[in-house]
């Protein structure tokens, strides 16, 4: 995905070049560093790997969902629930990613929030990336990626794209905004709106819509964040050893939260190097 020579934006590009608002504290390129630039690089490859337990109740969440709906009568048995836990082979998790997902499959089953809706789409969670859409204008081309987790039909000329969340993270609207932006190429028959749910608290939220004019500034920033990217992946290409200029750290308290945290040289959590006189 990240050839230095074909420039590409998604949400989670965005969110790694650019904080959102009231995380700007917390914000490090290096985190982008890694994921973007080294990822295949042994080390950062087996830590990318891992996946954590709030990634994984939200990919366990995604699943239990997509389950709901492919074995219709599930939402209406009795055993439902049950029955989702073991095609997810839940018993395989952790006892908090256990606690979490059944409290979040109950919640679902009680209150199916897609039951009766005309679903576009319903994505496992596991698939991968998503295929590219080419955007080219005059002045810009880029691919861009969206890994839409539902799309679902209102009325008959509405589109609604649905993100799930689990955890307590807020919702962040760039992402909704993304998803409008690959709706326009992908349905453009459709009028779209997107919005976010939340599996654990049952918390929706408010409908996002964009207008035209809006979709065309939204296009050319992500077009300038592909291209900002593209830069610095070339620069790290061409002078290997300016990692850490081309991505500054910001080492902080939020290290700790970091999944890079034991390998990289900035960590607050790592010893400061003693530097002996010559
Ligand atoms: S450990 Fe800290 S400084 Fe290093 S990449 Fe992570 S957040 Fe940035």
Not at 96 to 110: D, G, P, S, W
Not at 166 to 186: H, I, N, P
Not at 226 to 246: G, V
């Amino acid at each position: 995905m990240s050839t230095p020579d074909q420039p590409f934006a998604s949400y989670h590009l965005w969110s790694l070049i650019a904080p959102a608002s009231g995380q700007e504290r917390w914000h490090c390129q290096m985190r982008r560093g890694f994921i973007k630039a080294r990822q295949h690089d042994p080390l950062v490859k087996a830590l990318l790997k891992t996946a954590t337990a709030p990634q994984r109740i939200g990919l366990l969440a995604q699943k239990g969902v997509y389950e709901f709906h492919h074995n219709r009568h599930l939402l209406n048995s009795e055993d439902g629930v049950e029955k989702v836990a073991q095609l997810l082979k839940l018993n395989y998790s952790s006892d908090e990613v256990q606690q979490r997902v059944l409290q979040i499959l109950k919640k679902y089953h009680e209150e199916p929030l897609l039951s009766g809706k005309r679903i576009i789409q319903l994505t496992r969670g596991d698939e991968g990336f998503p295929k590219p859409i080419l955007i080219e204008r005059e002045n810009y081309s880029f691919r861009l990626y969206a890994t839409m987790d539902c799309v679902f039909s209102d009325s008959s000329d509405t589109l609604h794209i649905l993100d799930f969340k689990t955890g307590k993270s807020a919702f962040d609207t760039r992402q909704a905004l993304v998803y409008l932006l690959a709706a326009r190429y992908l349905y453009p028959q459709y009028q779209a709106v997107a919005s976010f749910y939340n599996l654990e608290f049952s918390k929706k939220s408010e409908l996002i819509s964009i207008t035209k004019g809006e979709l065309e500034s939204l296009e050319f920033e992500l077009a300038s964040i592909a291209q900002k990217h593209q830069r610095d992946l070339q620069r790290y290409q061409l002078t290997n050893n300016s990692f850490s200029k081309i991505f500054p750290p910001n080492p902080g308290y939020h290290c700790r939260f970091c999944p890079f945290n034991s390998i990289c040289d900035f960590s607050s959590l790592k010893p400061a190097k003693v530097h002996l006189p010559r």
